[in-house]
């Protein structure tokens, strides 16, 4: 791989096109803290972040053919560090330094006697350390403040590489059941709730900072980039390099959708309709919420403007999805006396049927997801939004016989719009591609005005 600087300028070192990459070293430590570069057997490698995981993910393969498997005695103590960087036509760099713990060594091949391969995963170095540790302590105080205190005491994450800016509840009181350190902050961030009722994330980027956000700030951020499908490219790499570089940057290379808009699965996870039964068991009061999405989505924080369900559809004569508050039932006991002001217990804060709401937009996020294929970008990462622009289906000819408007049309509002980016798969072989899964819980025209 050490070999391969395919549009990449020698004398400057500034890549030409956002598919180009250097790789500075790709180190793997072994058990006895002996270092070994081994970027020059290293066939490909990808880099996975999802807001789902709270840990980057690696897998490499190895192209052995002088037996080094057998010579540094690899045997899943290893440690891998990878290094990447490469200079825009704008001369700005960018460098990417990271750490990783193998986990596994899942294939192996031998094609012939003189050539071996095989492949092996890692992790960040705080989810491989979880699997070692077990937490089974009381908690007092807001469950932003116990991730932040897990990921620097537990798991050694430093403050620089730690991003959480909500309180994520009020303050409230707990025992972690003797549960991994990772395991214990999701479990805890089940009852982590914005102030309009959206869920957490706990993940980690490609920078290495770990993320703590809820749905509504990501939901509300600035678009990072605007993508577009095309065919052809209007600047010369050589003669308008920054331009060509930024029109390449922006190209949709595919695009593949999953339109998971069926209503029975959503509706039976809550999205549209459901109740939280409550039992106090201090008060020995029994007590019940339901939720309705279509009067609650306007005071959601949802993607675009316009929700993926008609106000007006009804399952049977009558009876409008949103009535059906029993297809998801949760059971949430309370304890309102077990602590004084301003404490509460682990389940306070799933009150007021604020579960469902966070039940609904943790659904209806996945109404619409795409996985497009761009250049690679060190700076695109999951937790971010993004514009896809992408052009309607037509007969050409209409535009041929004068009967398609061409300074209109030019857009599907439909499927165009802004999405969440869910998680990336950094793909480095050759060049480097960007994987990207996203989604998005409506669309920015109304899809019923017809």
């Known amino acids: 791989m050490s070999n391969r600087q395919i549009n990449v300028d020698l004398n400057t070192s500034r890549v030409l096109v956002p598919s180009a990459f250097r790789v500075s070293e790709i180190v793997l430590t072994n058990y006895a803290g002996r270092e070994f570069n081994i970027q020059r057997i290293v066939a490909d490698f990808s880099i996975t972040e999802s807001i789902y995981r709270s840990t980057l993910s690696l897998s490499l393969s190895i192209r052995d053919d002088s037996s080094f498997m057998e010579g540094v005695s690899l045997s899943g103590h290893e440690v891998i560090d990878v290094s990447l960087e490469r200079t825009l ?27 071996q391969v095989y492949r092996l995963n890692a992790i960040s170095p705080h989810a491989y350390t979880s699997k070692f540790k077990k937490i ?43 549960l991994e350190p990772i395991d214990a902050m999701h479990w805890a961030i089940r009852r982590a ?16 900072v770990i993320h703590l956000k809820s749905q509504a700030e990501l939901a509300r951020q600035s678009v990072y980039r605007e993508y577009q499908e095309g065919k052809f490219f209007q600047y010369d790499i050589l003669t308008h ?44 009061t029994y007590s019940v919420s339901k939720f309705s999405y279509t009067d609650r989505v306007k005071d959601f924080p949802t993607i675009e403007g316009y929700p993926f369900l008609y106000h007006d559809f009804n399952v049977d004569e009558g009876n409008k999805i949103s009535s059906f508050d029993k297809t998801k039932i949760n059971y949430i006991p309370l304890n309102s006396k077990a602590y004084s002001e301003p404490f509460a217990n682990y389940h306070s804060s799933a009150s007021g049927g604020i ?96």
């Open 89 to 115: 036509p704008d001369n700005v760099i960018q460098k990417v330094k990271l750490n990783f713990r193998v986990t596994e060594y899942p294939i192996y091949s031998k094609f012939n006697n003189g050539v």
């Open 241 to 284: 390099p920054e331009k060509s570089f930024e029109e390449r940057a922006v190209r949709i290379l595919s695009i593949d959708s999953d339109l998971s808009m069926a209503k029975p699965v959503m509706a039976t996870n809550g999205a549209y309709a459901s109740r939280t039964e409550y039992v106090d068991l201090s008060t020995k």
């Open 193 to 208: 709730f914005s102030e309009e009722g959206s869920p957490f994330y706990l993940y980690q980027t490609l920078d290495g």
């Open 355 to 450: 579960i469902n709401q966070a039940q609904s937009q943790l659904e209806t996020l996945d109404s619409i997801q795409h996985t497009v294929v761009l250049n690679g970008d060190f700076n695109l990462n999951c937790g971010k939004t993004i514009g896809l622009k992408i052009p309607p289906a037509w007969d050409p000819s209409l535009k041929k016989n004068g009967l398609r408007r061409t300074d209109q049309e030019t857009l599907n509002d439909y499927i165009s719009g802004s999405y969440l980016v869910s998680a990336i798969v950094h793909n480095f072989a050759d060049e480097y591609y960007c994987e990207v899964k996203v989604k998005r819980d409506s669309t920015p025209a109304d899809p019923f005005s017809s």
């Open 136 to 178: 089974s302590r009381a908690f007092r105080g807001k469950i932003g403040d116990f991730v932040r205190a897990v990921l620097k005491s537990d798991l050694g994450v430093p403050d620089e590489k730690i991003d959480i800016t909500a309180d994520a509840t009020a303050n409230i009181v707990f025992v972690v059941p003797n």
